[in-house]
């Protein structure tokens, strides 16, 4: 089982910018790809990013060129950086792990994009 725990989630004028961490734990060596996920109201969790253990990465269409989603394997870490960040940017953020026995879920971070 692996334990998920993101972070670094707040407010943010449009244009700027922030950082997402999650920490991972538990059985790390089943995880095969970790990504990010959002969730705003009213709306389906839709991926937003995901790096597999081999670091191919895939991003929405919505977030290219704009976020980075990277991974410090040492420090069982995955980050989301996010720029020009837009109003529709809002919603809660969910650190998910693909792992040989299923996924896993953290419990969420808000980011809000407001003026």
């Known amino acids: 089982q692996v334990q998920l725990v993101e972070s670094g989630g707040g407010l943010v004028q449009p244009g700027g910018s922030l950082r997402l961490s999650c920490a991972a734990s538990?059985?790390?060596?089943?995880?095969?790809?970790m990504g990010w996920y959002r969730q705003a109201p009213g709306k389906q969790r839709e991926l937003v990013a995901a790096i597999t253990s081999g670091g191919r990465l895939n991003y929405a269409d919505s977030v290219k060129g704009r976020f980075i989603i990277s991974r410090d394997n040492a420090k069982n870490m995955v980050y989301l950086q996010m720029n020009s960040l837009k109003p529709e940017d809002t919603a809660v953020y969910y650190c998910n792990a693909g792992t040989t026995r299923g996924n896993s879920w953290g419990q969420g971070t808000q980011v809000t994009v407001s003026s």
């Open positions: 538990g059985s790390i060596f089943s995880i095969y790809v």
